[in-house]
Nanobody
């Protein structure tokens, strides 16, 4: 089993920044793909960014805000991070850390077996 615990969320004003953290335990993450998804009320989980085991990173959000999201990882600490900048009210969502070990598409939430409980990001105008 892999346990994932997110932290770093909070309420910020428009234009602010946050650095979300995800701590993994139970397994080392060096061979896992790690990702961040987000889910706003009434919507499905949306892919934000992924860091694959080989170091390749990808980011995508449907609002074309992918250049505001940066994922990084520290395998030695079993940590993955998401830096979000220039936050907008539309970014308000529950942000989830996820992990997978299988070689399947990174963009679909259903391909991830392990999930944290999420950390809430609320952006006020």
């Amino acid at each position: 089993q892999v346990q994932l615990v997110e932290s770093g969320g909070g309420s910020v004003q428009t234009g602010g920044s946050l650095r979300l953290s995800c701590a993994a335990s139970g397994r080392t993450i060096s061979t896992y793909t790690l990702a961040w998804f987000r889910q706003a009320p009434g919507k499905g989980r949306e892919f934000v960014a992924a860091s694959m085991w080989n170091g390749i990173v990808r980011s995508y959000v449907s609002d074309s805000g992918n250049d505001r999201f940066t994922i990084s990882r520290d395998n030695a600490k079993n940590m993955v991070y998401l830096e979000v900048n220039s936050l907008k009210p539309e970014d308000t969502a529950l942000y989830y850390c996820a992990a997978k070990s299988s070689n399947v598409a990174i963009y679909a939430s259903g391909n991830y077996a392990y999930w944290g409980q999420g950390t809430q990001v609320t952006v006020s105008s």
